[in-house]
């Protein structure tokens, strides 16, 4: 069943993609946000939700910021936190992911937060974990709360995304999170324009509910109410996507005058980590319609939210 | 040694009847019991399959599957004959692997192997193994599959050498720099998930030039049989029917996992459906089920790649692609296109089919021919338990449905190598 057909009411078990998230949830993750926003505005920004469990962060690929905030999350929700860093892999000392995952479980873990290299790895440690399990990103497939956190900046603007539209331009290919805003925003009412080098946009992807392609930077834009600027994922291609930096910066960059196309308001999204100058100007990543910043901190916001609605909110 | 199988049909017939088996040879029909008699319980008998890919794992890597419980899984499966393949470690390049094989698969009294060796030496694509030497030591053909022969001109060179000692070169057609890092069928399923795409064209591309390859020996009177393993996209077929008409000695086949299953399995993320070429879309599937039944497609083979649970347990990425299902395939194609294709065209695609392919002589249930038969019960519907297949993979993505079609009795040689009778 596709994403966009699922209009279950039940309450997922697990975050891995939004395919079994209904609008009505991911609304109420947005609509909880709130409230953790304002637990993290407090002289003590602690909540005893979650006390007396144990969340553990599995990251099998490297990650600081993401890590960090789920981990600052859970632990602002009272929750204590087991780090396990699995390195590069797991698998290349012998061990299936299988296996690392009914380790873990014997130390009496609530919920997962997975990273991984390969898309789906999440899926497969829900299948052995027995616990909840929320995707942090698992190689290009999915990563749920960023695109969470991007809706949740974009409604925090604009008090709604329904009839908004936002521009996604940059490495399309190698990227979770395009695949999850593609994925999630059209649920919340958005349409999303996908941009970026023929090479780098997979031509399937526009077959998706409200989803559209261009690789024109400046059809996409206009009429945007938010644009965001994808990191060039050189790490994932392998050669051969690209002329150059130089000539893709050129054609695609988010700047000031590309901006001067979308609407008056528009504001600026970036996933992070930027390649300034690259697919992002300093000007537009610095400047007044940049949300960058509160990105970061929404994300925050939002882990808690996740974590509170798989954990606790349980009917 | 003789055996008597009684209360068996003939496939093709109602009658029921019984055959003698003596000293490795079928003696006659409805003759007077002699020796040991078996109840066949109106099975239909039909001569034993021939299996043209089939990983064994020896020498090497026989923790995912050796010798003794491959060529068992073959023999449940109803095979008489196994070709195996040699991209194990090592390679089997030497004459003197291909004669240990041998000698040792002929003490086990299961299915009969007739190993494969390697193309190239190391199966590196590079420098032609010996294969004069190969071919006297009694490899069956010569392949570097495991791995694609990027390398024209070796091929070429093989395909040569290969003609001029009356042998088949089996290849698999996959351009590697088309494929780059795809681990299952580009398109939208391949995107939806986010998993980097094996694109149709990567087998066309390379199909369409080893044809060329051919056309241009047989130009020169150098008619190079080529095999094309596991073909499993489209169009690929569509070039390996003009290959034909061009009367081109280019031959195919196609496996029961490309024909069941597409790439929609993998939104489990589950590896088991991970094989190279990749599971590809419905309308493919349904071409080379046109193809089978046209005739465009020579035969059926399963490809049986055996892995540890382990190993299919990693993520997609790092998990090794391949199904080992050599004890399902004949329950697999006769519960599922039994109406479509019939019976006796399955039988054919395993049995005659694979025959040809290798220019060996054609199977027969005749007095006078090899006893080289299984009895098969094409009634009872039993469901599939990898628990108890004799390979060591014992994992499927068929574990848990309802097949019909399960041999009952394996005759190789004239000795039973497997019953349930």
Known sequence: MSAATTTTSARPRHLLDFTEWSPERLNAILDNADTMLQVLDRPVKKVPALQGMTVCTAFFESSTRTRTSFELAARRMSADVMTFAAGASSASKGESLRDTVEVLTQYKVDAYIVRHHAA????????????????????????????????????????????????????????????????????????????????????????????????????????????????????????????????????????????????????????GPMNRDVEISHEAADGPRSRILKQVENGQAIRMSVLYHLLVGRE | MTITITNIKRIGSDQTESVTIENGTIKGWNLPAEGETIDGQGGTVAPAFTELHAHLREPGQTEKEDLSSGLAAAAAGGYGTVVSMPNTSPVVDDPAIVRSLIQKAQGLGFARLRPAAALTRGQQGEALAELTYLKEA????????????????????????????????????????????????????????????????????????????????????????????????????????????RGLSVTCEVCPHHLTLTDEALR????????????????????????????????????????????????????????????????????????????????????????????????????????????????????????????????????????????????VDGKVAYRRV
């Open chain 1, 120 to 271: 789906g790895a999440a899926h497969l440690v829900a299948r052995y974990s027995g616990k909840p399990v929320i995707n942090a990103g698992d190689g290009r497939r999915a990563h749920p709360t960023q695109a969470l956190l991007d809706a949740y900046t974009i409604r925090q603007e604009f008090g709604s995304l329904e009839g908004k539209t936002v521009a996604i331009l940059g490495d399309v290919r190698h990227s979770r999170v395009a695949r999850s805003n593609a994925e999630l925003l059209p649920k919340l009412g958005a349409k999303v324009v996908l941009c970026g080098p023929a090479t780098l946009l997979p031509a399937e992807l526009g077959t998706l509910p409200g989803v559209t392609l261009t690789s024109d930077p400046q059809a996409a834009v206009r009429g945007a109410h938010a644009v965001m600027a994808l990191r060039l994922q050189q790490e994932r291609m392998g050669g051969g996507f690209l002329g150059s930096l130089q000539e893709y910066a050129d054609t695609y960059q988010v700047n000031e005058g590309l901006m001067q196309e979308a609407e008056s308001g528009a504001i600026v999204l970036h996933p």
């Open chain 2, 268 to 411: 489990s993320f589950d590896a088991i459906y991970k094989v190279a070429p990749p599971l590809r879309t419905q309308a493919d599937a349904e071409h080379l089920l046109e193809g089978l039944r046209d005739g465009s497609v020579d035969c059926l083979a399963t490809d049986h790649a055996p892995h540890t649970r382990a190993e299919k347990e990693r993520d997609l990425l790092e998990a090794p692609s391949g199904i080992a299902y050599i004890e399902l395939a004949f329950p697999l194609m006769y519960t599922r296109f039994g109406e479509s294709l019939g019976l006796e065209r399955i039988i054919e695609l395993m049995t005659t089919a694979p025959a040809r392919v290798m220019g060996w002589p054609e199977p027969s249930l005749e007095a006078g021919a090899p006893a080289d038969l299984v009895v098969l019960d094409l009634e009872t519907e039993r469901t599939v338990e990898p628990a108890t297949f004799r390979s060591k993979a014992k994992f499927t993505p068929w574990a848990g449905e309802s097949l019909k079609g399960w041999p009952l009795l394996t005759v």
């Open chain 2, 138 to 245: 009694g490899a069956a053909m010569f392949t570097d599959d495991g791995r694609t022969n990027e390398n024209a001109r070796t091929l070429r060179l093989g395909l040569e050498t290969a003609a001029s000692l009356g042998m088949v070169v089996s290849v698999h057609a996959e351009d590697a720099s088309l494929r780059a890092d795809g681990v299952m069928n580009e398109g939208a399923v391949s995107e939806a998930l986010g998993l980097p795409g094996n694109p149709a064209a990567a087998e066309a591309a390379r199909v369409a030039r080893d044809i060329e390859i051919v056309a241009g020996l047989h130009a020169q009177g150098r008619p190079a049989r080529l095999h094309i393993q596991h073909l499993s996209t489209a169009r690929a077929l569509d070039l390996v029917r003009e290959a034909k008409k």
